[in-house]
């Protein structure tokens, strides 16, 4: 069956650490993107990648970092320099033009300790 | 930058009611997505209506779109208690040089939806 994995599902991520969120997906969709959503929120774009090896930020990039060295791998690291990194983190993919709507995983809620 | 916004906040409604939703935005669209989210679940895509249609059905679900007044409303029939969840709004509006890319969505704050058996 075609799909989108993130994992890990739970992510403890202890101050001053770097973590890195997985994303994959088998829909042989172009287009990935990764947002954050806070409790009772909507969704905020973090990063997004149309392309291998081209990615662009969203609006809220700073103190995150992704790669895009294949097409079905976006992975996302939540670097030290994010101050407040608690918060479900969703990835989804989609054709080029977004025509068809998103795919979403499942979600990794990353919590600081 | 926060484009849709959606009305009301939260639904309480008894099984076998209609439920709506509402959803506005700020700029020219592409076309506008609507999205259900079970608690701690990712987003499932429902129904999609570009900018040049005016309704759209699937199943028990109606969505209507005035480019005009830039709104748009979720119609749910018939809802069951298996319809609880969060409903998001979210538009394609072009971007980049030209403003001729597609395919970036900028979701509302969503639609708490309780359907009491």
């Known amino acids: 069956d075609g799909g989108i994995t993130q994992s890990p599902k739970y992510l403890f991520r202890k101050e001053g650490q770097n973590v890195t969120l997985s994303c994959e997906q088998n829909?042989?969709?172009?287009?990935m993107y990764w947002y954050r959503q806070d409790p009772g929120q909507g969704l905020r774009l973090i990063y997004y990648?149309?392309?291998?090896?081209?990615?662009q930020k969203g609006d809220i990039a700073e103190g995150y970092s992704v790669s895009r060295e294949k097409k079905e791998s976006f992975p996302l690291t939540v670097t030290s320099a994010q101050k407040n990194p608690t918060a479900f983190y969703l990835c989804a993919s989609s054709t080029w033009d977004g025509n068809y709507g998103y795919t979403f995983g499942s979600g990794t809620r990353l919590t600081v300790v | 930058s926060q484009q849709g916004e959606e009305d009301p906040q939260a639904l309480s409604i008894q099984e076998g009611e209609n439920a709506t939703m509402n959803c506005s935005y700020k700029t020219s669209i592409n076309n506008l997505q609507w999205y259900r989210q079970n608690s701690g679940r990712g987003l499932v895509h429902l129904i999609l209506i570009r900018s040049n249609e005016r309704e759209k059905h699937s199943g028990r679900l109606r969505v209507t779109l005035d480019t005009s007044k830039k709104s748009s409303s979720l119609l749910i029939t018939a809802s069951r208690a298996a319809d609880t969840a969060s409903y998001f709004c979210a538009t394609d509006a072009p971007w980049g040089a030209g403003g001729t890319s597609y395919g970036k969505l900028t979701f509302g704050q969503g639609t708490i939806l309780t359907v009491h058996p």
């Open positions: 990648s149309q392309i291998v090896n081209d990615f």
């Open positions: 829909l042989n969709h172009d287009a």
